[in-house]
């Protein structure tokens, strides 16, 4: 069994922070690229920010300058630092990794819960 479970979302005034933790567990052999995703009401879900393996990052231009996508490697865990937050950040934000667990060979995604993310005006 493999699992993501994120925390930190919470509710923040606009211009404040906040910084999301997802953490995988279970029977891991690896984990490829590691992402952030967010789905507002009414809206298609979208990338936020994706981090590889080795390290490298993309964001998506919403959130370029503001948030931070990193990663620890030995704790399984990849994290998103968000700053200057707006309104428009306001969404469930869901953790995503492409993982191999040990009893396959084969990668597949997996999904976190999702944590609510609301920022007020």
């Known amino acids: 069994q493999v699992q993501l479970v994120e925390s930190g979302g919470g509710l923040v005034q606009a211009g404040g922070s906040l910084r999301l933790s997802c953490a995988a567990s279970?029977?891991?052999?690896?984990?490829?690229?590691m992402g952030w995703y967010r789905q507002a009401p009414g809206k298609q879900r979208e990338l936020v920010a994706v981090i590889s393996s080795g390290g490298s990052a993309d964001y998506a231009d919403s959130v370029k300058g503001r948030f931070t996508i990193s990663r620890d490697i030995a704790k399984n865990t990849v994290y998103l630092q968000m700053n200057s937050l707006k309104p428009e950040d306001t969404a469930v934000y869901y953790c995503?990794?492409?993982?191999?667990?040990?009893?396959?060979?084969?990668?597949?995604?997996?999904w976190g819960q999702g944590t609510q993310v609301t920022v007020s005006s």
């Open positions: 995503n990794a492409g993982i191999r667990a040990r009893w396959t060979s084969r990668e597949y995604d997996y």
């Open positions: 279970g029977s891991i052999f690896s984990i490829n690229a």
